[in-house]
């Protein structure tokens, strides 16, 4: 009952105490509470007035608030429990904690407002605080994202009311492009690459076969960590021999890499791809002698997916990979580089060796064309032989092609000349 009598130890008396506590069945979190104590037994009548008038007025104030639509944090909940019941192909649960995760954390003030209410004006302080704090745009990017996904989400599912777009639509987080110096990609020359692994195996390092793979074959950092010795299919040695006496090496296949799965840290198992579909590197004649001599001493254990390639490393689980290569670097007096750059030196290198494009993306798993120009700017391929088409001289005055330097030099001195001498009589009787 809300009406219930009650001793007090303080005054030695008993009392009716009412207790109102009004529940949103639409919104589980919206409730309205209220407690009214030291009413006199003797008063019944007015207990069960006061009963009645903070009935009508928590109903009320529940209404009000359902009118308002659900607060932002039981969005976030409500979203995410959505698509743990019924997953969907656009989204696996790991993006699905990151979207939650992310706005939990950067949204704080948001939490107990509800949706309808934060404004464009919120989604400006937001991004500028952030900004203020120091996070990169691409953080902030992901952030924006984020909200955005579900908050449309919400309007979809109609928890959100008296509005029609997300308050961080327009809201702009970018900063003014530095025209002083363009911050050039990492990357590595062939001489750099060859110091690099150098230095790893005659230091003995525990991640120089990891990098030497990586270079070779372009995988992820956690591509690497989910590679298996019953995902490499080699030709025999005996039969790779033969075809080298008679075959070029760039002819002979040796066999290929099929890359299936990758680790994932939060999870920390393996899981699918981050391209969603498994692909194929072919093996190259150096990389196929390492592996000939490498696998059989690769001796790491094994697991449901397979034989482990690589040692199971903590920084290589934690995701750490990064961190590892640039101390080296610092240690060894190398160029600085990211794991990933090792990527992009694998994807330059092969697209200078002729591969096209096409088959760059399908053995790196690119889905996205822009992402492949990165490496194609980085090969310094996007402009080979682009103003070799231009031909401003007729055919009565173009040189002739065997024409040397000194032969050219020779002929464009007397067009000066002449075209002098012309330019003096013009004057004289001009």
Request: with cysteine; glycine share 6%.
């Given at each position: ?6 001793f007090c ?33 003797d ?18 104030n529940v ?24 997953p969907?192909?656009?989204m ?28 464009f ?7 500028e ?40 639509i ?10 002083s ?19 790893a ?30 995902d ?31 680790w994932?840290?939060k ?21 196929y ?8 001493n690769?001796s ?50 092969v ?52 024409m040397?330097?000194?032969?050219w ?15 003096n ?6």
């Open positions: 009952m809300a009406i219930k009598p009650y130890k303080k005054t030695n008396k008993s009392y009716f105490r009412v207790y109102v506590n009004k529940q949103s069945s639409k919104y589980p979190h919206i409730r309205e509470q209220k407690l009214i104590k030291n009413i006199p037994l008063s019944p009548e007015k207990a069960q007035q006061l009963n009645d008038e903070w009935t009508v007025i928590c109903k009320k209404e009000l608030r359902e009118a308002q639509g659900c607060c932002w944090d039981e969005l976030i909940n409500r979203f995410e429990a959505h698509y743990k019941k019924y969907t192909r656009k696996n649960l790991n993006t699905i904690s990151d979207h939650v995760a992310r706005v939990k954390n950067y949204t704080k003030s948001w939490l107990k407002k509800p949706c309808g209410q934060i404004v004006a919120d989604g400006c302080e937001l991004f605080n952030l900004q203020d704090k120091g996070l990169s745009i691409t953080h902030r990017r992901n952030i924006k994202g984020s909200i955005n996904k579900i908050y449309k989400w919400g309007l979809k599912r109609r928890y959100i009311l008296d509005t029609t777009e997300s308050p961080v327009g809201v702009e987080i970018e900063e003014l492009h530095d025209l110096e363009e911050v050039e990609q990492e990357i590595l020359t062939d001489s750099e690459i060859h110091l690099l692994l150098k230095r195996f005659e230091t003995k390092h525990p991640w120089a076969n990891i990098w030497k793979l990586c270079l070779y074959t372009g995988l992820r950092s956690q591509e690497l960590n989910g590679l298996r010795k019953e490499i299919f080699l030709i025999k040695p005996s039969h790779a021999s033969s075809l080298e006496a008679d075959t070029k090496k760039k002819d002979i296949k040796y066999g290929h890499i099929k890359v299936k799965r990758q994932k840290t999870t920390k198992k393996c899981g699918r791809l981050k391209g969603k579909y498994s692909r194929t590197i072919p093996l190259n004649s150096s990389l002698w390492w592996l000939i001599e490498y696998l059989p690769a790491f254990g094994r697991d449901s997916f397979g034989s482990r390639v690589f040692p199971k490393l903590k920084n290589f689980d934690n995701g750490n990979q990064a961190q590892v290569l640039r101390t080296f670097c610092a240690a060894e007096r190398l160029k600085s580089v990211k794991f990933h750059t090792l990527r992009a030196c694998w994807a330059t290198q697209l200078r060796s002729g591969t096209s494009s096409t088959d760059l993306m399908l053995m790196g798993g690119w889905r996205d064309y822009s992402t492949m120009m990165i490496y194609i700017r980085l090969a310094g391929l996007e402009t080979v032989g682009a103003t070799e088409g231009l031909d401003f001289e007729s055919l009565e005055t173009r040189p002739n092609k065997s040397n330097a000194a032969e030099t020779k002929l464009n001195r007397e067009k000066r000349e002449s075209k002098s001498a012309l330019d009589v013009v004057s004289l009787f001009g």
